[in-house]
């Protein structure tokens, strides 16, 4: 039962994306810590192959404030998982030296495998009510997008697949212009096309989307027209595809500022979620459903129950 597991200790889960850093300490099912910072860390990554020196410094800051967490929750478990970019940049060494010196791991890099069952767990185990099956998981992060399907709720998933576009990486590779120019949006949009025609997990399989991390969340946030950002709203909220299509079209067709006028927007997020928000709006496109789920657990819980 999770309450004799949870009984060894508090345990700990760290995933290192490429846009943001993320903590769940908690001694499962229970969650005392949830954090997030949005640090960048893939910053030129796509065009230069190194990790930028200014993103070390920001994500070193952030799990500076992370071990100061799993120290005072007296975690007796972690694991830290970290996108590929972190093992094949060409200063990788140095983001590892400093995950080590930190907090005493290394920095675990998925396979695609276990980054689509760890992401899959992490966001059906959490749904308040059975789902019609199967089940398409939507992970939109900032280098990669994950979709996969699963016909069970408590079996690993029957295909998966991870596409290199995100919400940094295309925004980096096409939308350079404050507000995108309708050329860049275009190329955009073909890339992300491009990438789902080559995709072996087809959305149009779908009985239901369930959509996770950041960029759906904001979107979500904007769909429900919040005057601030409340997780416990956005979390299982219900929305209809087509609000989720008009809040795309209302992003991209905005400036960085008017962005971070938006009550529920993230600051870090409001350069990147453009190019996050069409990748949303052209997966569920090629989707039956009538209605996108909303998940606050991803990954993140899926690392920790892996570790329970």
């Not at 069970?152 to 939308?175: K, Q, W």
């Not at 989307?209 to 909220?237: F, K, S």
């Amino acid at each position: 039962m999770p309450e004799d597991r949870g009984a060894r200790g508090p345990v700990a889960a760290i995933d290192c994306g490429t846009n943001t850093i993320k903590l769940l300490i908690g001694a499962l099912p229970d969650v005392a810590v949830r954090e997030t910072r949005i640090v960048r860390l893939g910053q030129g990554v796509d065009a230069t192959g190194r990790l930028a020196d200014e993103a070390l410094e920001r994500t070193f800051a952030a799990l500076d404030e992370y071990a100061a967490l799993v120290r005072e929750h007296e975690v007796t478990r972690m694991r830290f998982c970290a996108t590929s970019a972190t093992r094949d940049a060409d200063n990788a060494a140095i983001f590892t030296a400093g995950v080590r010196e930190r907090l005493g791991v290394d920095p675990e890099v998925l396979s695609g495998l276990e980054e689509a069952e760890l992401a899959y767990a992490g966001a059906v185990r959490h749904l308040r009510e059975d789902p019609a099956l199967p089940v398409l998981v939507v992970d939109i992060g900032g280098g990669s997008t994950e979709l996969i399907r699963g016909a069970s709720l408590t079996a690993p998933p029957s295909a998966a697949h991870s596409m290199d576009i995100g919400s940094v990486r295309l925004h980096e590779r096409h939308l350079r212009s404050d507000p995108p120019s309708r050329d860049e949006l275009t190329a955009c949009v073909a890339d992300i096309e491009r990438h789902l025609d080559a995709c072996p997990v087809s959305p149009a399989r779908a009985a239901t989307v369930v959509g996770v991390a950041g960029t759906v969340t904001t979107v979500a946030a904007g769909a429900l027209d919040l005057t601030t950002y409340d997780a416990e709203v956005v979390d299982q909220a219900a929305l209809p595809v087509t609000d989720v299509h008009a809040v795309a079209a209302r992003l991209v067709g905005m400036t960085v500022a008017e962005r971070l006028a938006l009550p529920w927007m993230h600051p870090g997020r409001a350069d990147v979620i453009g190019a996050g928000a069409l990748i949303l709006s052209r997966v569920l496109h090629r989707t039956p459903v009538e209605t996108l789920l909303v998940s606050e657990a991803d990954i993140l819980d899926g690392i920790a129950w892996s570790i329970v």
